[in-house]
C-alpha cells in the first residue's frame, strides 16, 4: 500500500509539471494563431478555432495522462527517462503537425469580389501561382489577411473564354492571384454594391437589437454603415461592415448574408 501511494504521488508529480509545461506551450501557440494568423472573425470562417481546440486537447491531456501512467521512480533511470522523451517527442511531433496544417491553412487576404467578400487562405492558392502576383499587390504575410479585391471577368476581355473554362475546371477567379488588384482601385464599386443595415435587419429580426448593439460597441453609425457577405470554403455565417463614405472595411458580424 505505501509502495502504491509513492507511485501515485510521484506519477502526480510528473504529471503536475508536464501538464503545466503543455499548459504554457498551449499559450504560446493560441497566441500565435488567434492573434497573428486567424485574428477574429477568421477563426470562426475557416473553422480555425475549433480545429485549434481540437490540436490543443488532444496534445495538453494526452502526453500529462501518458506520463501519468508511465512515471514510475522504481524504474531505472534510463528506461524512465527513454519512456518520458518518447512521450514528449510524440506530444510535440503531434503539436508541430496540428500548427503546420494551420499555419498553411491561414487566411492571407480579404478579396472584394463584385457583390461579397471572399476569404483567401493560404492553401486556396498553388505555390507556384503566386509568381503571377501582380507587383502592386501585397506579399502574404504572417499577421492577419490583407484587404485587396478581384478582377471579374468581363465578356469584352481578351482572356474571357480562357478565365469562364478556368472557373467551370474549379479554380475560381478569386484563386487566381493574376487576377488580383488592390481594393483602393475598387472600393467605390464596393460601396455601391453594398446594402444598407436596415436590409439585415430585415433579414434577421430576431437579431435585429444585437446589430444595433454591436454598432454602437464599435462606434458605428447605422446611417453611415453598409454590408457585405463574406464567404469562406467553410462558412457564409458572417458580414462585413463597410463605411459607406471611404468604403473602409470597419467590422464584421456574425450574420449570414446570403
Known amino acids: 500500500m505505501k509502495l502504491i501511494k509513492q507511485r501515485l504521488q510521484g506519477s502526480l508529480k510528473a504529471f503536475s509539471i508536464h501538464l503545466g509545461c503543455s499548459l504554457g506551450i498551449a499559450v504560446i501557440a493560441a497566441v500565435t494563431v488567434f492573434y497573428f494568423w ?8 475557416l473553422g480555425g478555432t475549433a480545429l485549434f481546440t481540437l490540436i490543443v486537447c488532444v496534445d ?17 533511470k534510463k528506461e524512465l ?3 518520458l522523451s518518447l512521450v514528449v517527442a510524440i506530444q510535440l511531433a503531434a503539436l508541430g503537425y496540428g500548427i503546420y496544417t494551420m499555419a498553411i491553412a491561414r487566411p492571407i487576404y480579404l478579396a472584394y469580389e463584385l457583390d461579397r467578400f471572399r476569404v483567401v487562405s493560404q492553401a486556396d492558392i498553388e505555390p507556384q501561382a503566386f509568381a503571377d502576383k501582380p507587383s502592386h499587390i501585397p506579399p502574404a504575410g504572417w499577421t492577419g489577411p490583407k484587404l ?6 468581363q465578356p469584352d476581355d481578351a482572356d474571357y473564354l480562357s478565365q469562364v473554362e478556368l472557373s467551370v475546371n474549379g479554380t475560381e477567379t478569386v484563386h487566381r492571384p493574376d487576377r488580383w488588384d488592390t481594393y483602393e482601385n475598387q472600393k467605390s464599386l464596393a460601396v455601391k454594391k453594398s446594402i444598407a443595415i436596415e436590409v439585415l435587419k ?3 429580426p430576431d437579431r435585429a437589437d444585437f446589430v444595433m448593439a454591436e454598432l ?13 457577405p463574406v464567404q469562406s470554403r467553410r462558412s457564409t455565417g458572417w458580414v462585413a461592415l463597410i463605411d459607406s463614405t471611404t468604403g473602409t472595411v470597419r467590422g ?4 449570414d448574408g446570403f
Open 252 to 255: 464584421f458580424l456574425p450574420l
Open 81 to 83: 527517462l527513454l519512456d
Open 38 to 45: 486567424y485574428p477574429e472573425p477568421y477563426g470562426s470562417l
Open 216 to 228: 454602437k460597441r464599435l462606434r458605428l453609425d447605422s446611417a453611415s454603415t453598409r454590408w457585405l
Open 60 to 76: 495538453v491531456i494526452c502526453g500529462p495522462l501518458l506520463t501519468l501512467v508511465l512515471f514510475n521512480k522504481r524504474k531505472p
Open 202 to 204: 430585415k433579414k434577421h
Open 148 to 153: 485587396i479585391a478581384v478582377r471579374v471577368a
